[in-house]
């Protein structure tokens, strides 16, 4: 199936796409980890990264703090694996859309409009995804758990991982397309 992917700064030729290209498990896994024991363990976690999240953006190593981020990708990836194990991982994956506008619009919206990236740097492909790896999710869920951890109400952040990987919707869905499996580059389209 034809799905399509824009790349930031990243995209180098390759006639396929890697999954989790950035190696966003990695943040993700302390807390991962740290659920596996227990909540408690899990706020020690958080509470530590918060400080040496705003360390590390004050050293200038990073342009923004993102353990927030990193802890509710743990928390979606520990429900995942405990109750939806057979569901595709966010943390091993390649995001796509569905349209080749689609994709434009989100390039705009999440790295164009915030000033972070040039339209140089960003690069839209078209790619051929193995249909049957392919699952639709509403992002709307991740969004809500992302506004959850921030007031550190953790338990709505477990029920928003729940109601994405059973594939419900909300008033205002914005559904996300994700795949583990392989993907060719067909084309890489001008921005």
């Known amino acids: ?8 700064d990243s995209y180098q030729g390759a006639k396929h796409l890697t999954n989790d290209y950035k190696n966003n498990y990695q ?3 302390p807390y991962i980890l740290a659920l596996r024991e227990s909540r408690e363990v899990f706020k020690a976690v958080f509470f530590a990264t918060m400080y040496m999240s705003r360390e590390v953006k004050a050293l200038g190593l990073r342009k923004y703090e993102n353990y927030q981020k990193d802890a509710v990708e743990g928390i979606f990836e520990y429900v995942r694996e405990t109750e939806f194990p057979n569901d595709t991982s966010r943390l091993h994956c390649v995001y796509y859309c569905e349209s080749e506008q689609e994709a434009l619009d989100y390039a705009q919206d999440d790295c164009l409009s915030n000033g972070l990236f040039t339209k140089e740097q960003v690069v839209l492909l078209e790619v051929e995804v193995e249909e049957s790896r392919i699952r639709r999710y509403d992002q709307s869920f991740y969004n809500l758990a992302s506004e959850a951890i921030e007031r550190n109400d953790i338990d709505s952040a477990f029920a928003y991982a729940r109601q994405y990987f059973s594939c419900q919707r909300s008033n205002n869905p914005l559904i996300e397309v994700v795949a583990d499996g392989d993907n060719k580059v067909l084309r890489s389209i001008a921005y």
């Open 27 to 29: 943040f993700a896994e």
């Open 1 to 8: 199936m034809k799905l399509y992917h824009y790349s930031v």
